[in-house]
């Protein structure tokens, strides 16, 4: 099942760069911007409860999913390329086994443990 879980993320970061490919924005903004979701888990220096919303709040594929449609919407290609971004780097998260947390434990993921102490 793991595997199966992996190559859809993977179907679905190529769907985030074809996204992003529809904006016409220059590709420095995705290799830019790739990895700046990953500045939510700066929610965790106020607590666990606020780190989890924020990461996941910056990790949801149907959140991402909404910022780019509503940038299609209102013909807005920064908002595309957020949602974009947002939808691809989440994707290549989940590739990695980095899945939306849970409040207990930043290790604690609904892809299950990660890091050292897995058990």
Request: glycine share 10%.
């Amino acid at each position: 099942m793991k595997i199966q879980l992996q190559l859809e993320y993977f179907a679905f970061l190529i769907l985030g760069i074809f996204a992003f490919s529809q904006t016409g924005l220059s590709w420095w903004w995705f290799a830019g911007l790739f990895l700046a979701p990953d500045i939510s888990m700066l929610g965790y220096t106020v607590n666990n409860k606020i780190g989890t919303f924020c990461y996941n709040l910056f990790h949801h594929l149907g959140v991402a999913l909404m910022v780019y449609l509503v940038g299609t919407a209102l013909t807005l290609p920064y908002l595309q390329m957020i949602g974009a971004i947002l939808f691809a780097h989440s994707a290549f998260d989940r590739i990695l086994g980095y899945g939306l947390k849970y409040p207990d434990s930043f290790q604690n993921t609904h892809l299950g443990k990660i890091g050292k102490d897995k058990k």
